[in-house]
């Protein structure tokens, strides 16, 4: 199994990326996915996940309404549009998926991760 993270760099504060996940090895659409992401000196954080159809969304507090997850299961992609990029969403960013399919915020219980992509926002 591969999920290959990509689509990171280095933004101005209020700005836009687009990160994408393409996985390989592993039936996409069974899988739920979501994305993390590590500050440093900090703990990984839950970002967004969404279940294996795409018809279920759910964000952490910090990027809602702000950042969107969406999947395209024909492509074994997933999506996280980030918009009005701040400094603190400075972070290496992973992707990973949940054998369940029914996506979740908890870590653990995912079985495979990606291997991360910088996000740099400048003030």
């Known amino acids: 199994v591969q999920l290959q993270a990509s689509g990171g760099g280095l933004v101005q504060a209020g700005g836009s990326l687009r990160l994408s996940c393409a996985a390989s090895?592993?039936?996409?659409?069974?899988?739920?996915m979501g994305w993390f992401r590590q500050a440093p000196g900090k703990e990984r954080e839950f970002v967004a996940t969404i279940n294996r159809s795409g018809g279920t969304t759910y964000y952490a507090n910090s990027v809602k309404g702000r950042f969107t997850i969406s999947r395209d299961n024909a492509k074994n992609t997933v999506y996280l549009q980030m918009n009005s990029l701040k400094p603190e969403d400075t972070a290496v960013y992973y992707c990973?998926?949940?054998?369940w399919g029914s996506g979740t915020s908890a870590d653990r219980e995912y079985d495979f991760w990606g291997q991360g992509t910088q996000v740099t926002v400048s003030s």
């Open positions: 990973a998926a949940d054998k």
């Open positions: 090895g592993l039936t996409f659409s069974s899988y739920g």
